[in-house]
């Protein structure tokens, strides 16, 4: 990660800092300036940081410039040392030519300095801050000997009225995101393996810990160990499944991966959401869900080109079956169940039977089907229904298909399936619409079930 670098200008301590390890002499103040210094000997120093005190982002590893002024009549600045907050680490540190500088976790030392009255130099520390909002201050102790000896009674005092430069806040807070190639993707449902690449074909789920500028946390040292978790986010639940496998990992680098997700039903716009348990005294938000993902009851390898593919599934109440004509290597995905939709006035009873045809894992918009749905005796009671002419096919799709709805049922955006928007409506019979999909091709019962056949295209839903 690269490192933030914050300079400020303002009156006699006009200053750029012109690389991150390098520092700059200031001119000195006008003759006759006046400070508020309150040492006995006349020896005080003005410092200002940047950046301002609400200026660094937690989590984040910031380089921060001090600029001393020497306020003293005769005296020279001949070294100092910075101390940083005790939940701070420090990793660099410059000084001016001819200057000297060493540094621990803790502090940085600069000797061999000759800064004259009234002059003003300018030298970097730069920090990893922890995930909290706490305020933060930094400790300095400057003496005139250029090996940084003597008595502390004979050093440098701050001059009162920059004493409050030395104290911040850092800004936002740091958070939990999925990586842009850490997202979790569409599978089959358990025990097949969430991961990043469609139909269990990617690395595994993962979660960065992010600093308050969106930036990973690549060294953890001043956060501490953290762990993760992964969840079904609220709301996200379409086939109201449980999330199996190592739901919690421990942050290595800045990233939490999981290896072995997976979602016991079937539906389509799942969405997982990650929280974190970190060290005491830091502070990570949760993250914003993942993207919308589905799990399919049916994910099957379509094995010669042109040929039938077809996939059935079956419900408490319903059996799908959907047949398409495909490319080699194609996979044919259904599910039942885990949608919500409906159309006009009309009571569906069936369960919600979702198809698609994915080539590398993107939808093909132009694929063509034939299906069935049986309804089942259950439902079939249930509905009320005594002839089958009462039996309708509510339809769901991102094409509009206006035209092969019947007059009044059809809603644009009537529905969102997997945070996407679907166009609803009851389907003509194929007699009216020339036999061009969507459409109904027959209705029949057989034994005490009805079964609704039908043609369809892209990526739809049906539901009876």
């Given at each position: 990660?690269?490192?933030?670098?914050?300079?400020?200008?303002?009156?006699?301590?006009?200053?750029?800092?012109?690389?991150?390890?390098?520092?700059a002499?200031?001119?000195?103040?006008?003759?006759?300036?006046?400070?508020?210094?309150?040492?006995?000997?006349?020896?005080?120093?003005?410092?200002?940081?940047?950046p301002?005190?609400?200026?660094?982002?937690?989590?984040?590893?910031?380089t921060?410039?001090?600029t001393?002024?020497?306020?003293?009549?005769?005296?020279?600045?001949?070294?100092?040392?910075?101390?940083?907050?005790?939940?701070?680490?420090?990793?660099?540190?410059?000084?001016?030519?001819p200057?000297?500088?060493?540094?621990?976790?803790?502090?940085?030392?600069?000797?061999?300095?000759?800064?004259?009255?009234?002059?003003?130099?300018?030298?970097?520390?730069?920090?990893?801050?922890?995930?909290?909002?706490?305020?933060?201050?930094?400790?300095?102790?400057v003496?005139?000997?250029?090996?940084?000896?003597?008595?502390?009674?004979?050093d440098?005092?701050?001059?009162?009225?920059?004493?409050?430069?030395?104290?911040?806040?850092?800004?936002?807070?740091?958070?939990?995101?999925?990586?842009?190639?850490?997202?979790?993707?569409?599978?089959?449902?358990s025990?097949?393996?969430?991961?990043?690449?469609?139909?269990?074909s990617?690395?595994?789920?993962?979660?960065?810990?992010?600093?308050?500028?969106?930036?990973?946390?690549?060294n953890?040292?001043?956060?501490?160990?953290?762990?993760?978790?992964?969840?079904?986010?609220?709301?996200?639940?379409?086939?109201?499944?449980?999330?199996?496998?190592?739901?919690?990992?421990?942050?290595n680098?800045?990233?939490?991966?999981?290896?072995?997700?997976?979602?016991?039903?079937?539906?389509?716009?799942?969405?997982?959401?990650?929280?974190?348990?970190?060290?005491?005294?830091?502070v990570?938000?949760?993250?914003?869900?993942?993207?919308?993902?589905?799990?399919?009851?049916?994910?099957?390898?379509?094995?010669?080109?042109?040929?039938?593919?077809?996939?059935?599934?079956?419900?408490?109440?319903?059996?799908?079956?959907?047949?398409?004509?495909?490319?080699?290597?194609?996979?044919?995905?259904?599910?039942?169940?885990?949608?919500?939709?409906?159309?006009?006035?009309?009571?569906?009873?069936?369960?919600?039977?979702?198809?698609?045809?994915?080539?590398?894992?993107?939808?093909?918009?132009?694929?063509?089907?034939?299906?069935?749905?049986?309804?089942?005796?259950?439902?079939?009671?249930?509905?009320?229904?005594?002839?089958?002419?009462?039996?309708?096919?509510?339809?769901?799709?991102?094409e509009?298909?206006?035209?092969?709805?019947?007059?009044?049922?059809?809603?644009?955006?009537?529905?969102?399936?997997?945070?996407?928007?679907?166009?609803?409506?009851?389907l003509l019979?194929?007699?009216?619409?020339?036999?061009?999909?969507?459409?109904?091709?027959?209705?029949?019962?057989?034994?005490?079930?009805?079964?609704?056949t039908?043609?369809?295209?892209?990526?739809?839903?049906?539901?009876?």
């Amino acid at each position: 990660m690269g490192k933030a670098v914050f300079s400020t200008a303002g009156g006699l301590l006009a200053a750029a800092v012109t690389s991150v390890l390098g520092v700059a002499m200031l001119a000195a103040p006008a003759a006759g300036a006046k400070t508020s210094c309150a040492s006995s000997a006349g020896k005080c120093f003005a410092v200002t940081v940047s950046p301002t005190p609400a200026g660094p982002p937690a989590g984040g590893t910031v380089t921060f410039a001090f600029t001393l002024t020497n306020e003293a009549s005769t005296q020279q600045i001949g070294s100092f040392q910075i101390t940083a907050p005790g939940t701070f680490v420090v990793t660099d540190a410059s000084a001016p030519s001819p200057g000297t500088v060493s540094h621990t976790s803790s502090s940085a030392l600069i000797t061999n300095l000759s800064v004259a009255p009234g002059a003003s130099t300018t030298a970097t520390v730069t920090a990893l801050l922890p995930c909290s909002g706490n305020t933060y201050q930094w400790q300095m102790q400057v003496k005139q000997s250029n090996d940084f000896s003597g008595l502390p009674g004979n050093d440098f005092q701050t001059d009162p009225a920059s004493a409050g430069n030395l104290s911040g806040t850092p800004s936002g807070s740091c958070k939990l995101a999925f990586t842009s190639h850490g997202q979790p993707t569409g599978t089959l449902v358990s025990p097949a393996v969430i991961t990043s690449g469609f139909g269990s074909s990617g690395g595994p789920v993962e979660v960065a810990v992010q600093d308050a500028s969106g930036q990973p946390i690549t060294n953890p040292a001043a956060i501490g160990p953290v762990t993760v978790a992964v969840a079904i986010t609220d709301g996200s639940n379409p086939g109201g499944g449980k999330l199996l496998g190592t739901t919690t990992g421990q942050v290595n680098g800045s990233v939490a991966s999981f290896l072995n997700l997976s979602i016991d039903h079937s539906g389509d716009g799942y969405r997982l959401t990650a929280t974190a348990t970190p060290t005491a005294g830091q502070v990570i938000s949760a993250s914003d869900p993942s993207d919308f993902f589905t799990i399919f009851g049916s994910l099957k390898q379509c094995q010669a080109s042109g040929a039938p593919c077809s996939s059935s599934l079956s419900s408490a109440t319903t059996t799908g079956t959907v047949t398409t004509s495909s490319s080699t290597g194609q996979l044919l995905g259904a599910g039942i169940g885990g949608a919500n939709y409906s159309c006009a006035t009309y009571t569906s009873v069936s369960d919600p039977f979702s198809f698609d045809l994915f080539s590398a894992g993107t939808a093909q918009p132009d694929a063509q089907f034939s299906g069935s749905l049986d309804i089942g005796k259950s439902s079939v009671k249930s509905s009320g229904r005594n002839q089958l002419a009462q039996w309708q096919l509510c339809y769901a799709s991102t094409e509009d298909f206006m035209a092969n709805a019947v007059l009044g049922s059809y809603t644009p955006n009537g529905a969102v399936i997997g945070g996407v928007s679907f166009n609803t409506g009851l389907l003509l019979d194929c007699s009216a619409t020339q036999n061009v999909p969507p459409c109904v091709q027959s209705r029949a019962k057989v034994g005490s079930d009805v079964i609704i056949t039908f043609l369809a295209s892209g990526d739809p839903s049906v539901r009876g």
